[in-house]
């Protein structure tokens, strides 16, 4: 059982390094910043709690979802 959830670890935490890069090529931000950002602005909080939904959409539209939802918490990007 625990191999189990340490896969599922794993693949969130490759998940959101995955957005989070993506994140910092859609702003032309660098990788840190946008970590920063997403961190500060419960956009990282988002995608830990929402990965089985998220996981399954077009990263796209979680990017525009992780902008929108930063914007409401006082984000500028």
Request: aromatic share 12%.
């Amino acid at each position: 059982m625990k191999s189990e959830a340490l896969y599922k670890t794993k693949d969130v935490v490759d998940y959101i390094a995955f957005i989070i890069n993506e994140f910092s090529s859609k702003f032309d931000i660098p990788v840190q910043q946008a970590f920063n950002y997403l961190y500060r602005h419960g956009g990282i909080e988002f995608l830990d709690r929402h990965y089985e939904v998220e996981h399954c959409d077009n990263p796209l539209i979680t990017l525009d979802t992780l902008q929108h939802i930063c914007k409401q918490r006082g984000g500028e990007l």
